[in-house]
């Protein structure tokens, strides 16, 4: 009989941690200044831009809004790369799928990607026909709240 209440009682602690855990899920904003100057090695180019960010603990979802104006041409791809700090190259981890002004999306993160991206060592990259490499980039930084 005691072995059935101390079951009890852990299956009653363990519900109400289950029903207690969303309450520690959190929403983080971001933001990433974009900017020619923040190309590795910097690039001639009259572009800016500007994304905001959130993050979503619980599920792990990130989702983005990025506006931008001034490239040389079209642009031809766009990425969050890393991981990597301010400074510092690294590949691409998400692809964007869709260019046009304002690009928006959404994707799911593993626990490493969530680390990287608290660590802020992750950063946007607009490619285009003159600049291969990047004609705009930013550092992707938590909003202080």
Known sequence: MLRLRTLGTCAALAAGLIAAAP???????????????????PVDSRATGSAELLYETETRMLTWMITYSGLSSPATA???????????????????????????????LTEEQSEQLLGELWYFNFHTPAFPGGELRGQIIPIAQ
């Open 78 to 108: 766009a990425h969050i790369h890393g991981p990597a700090a301010p400074g510092q190259n690294a590949p691409p981890i998400i692809t964007m799928t869709v260019l046009q002004n304002p690009v928006v999306g959404t994707a799911a």
């Open 23 to 41: 309450a520690a899920a959190e929403t983080i904003p971001f933001t990433s200044a974009l900017s020619p100057a923040n190309q590795v090695p």
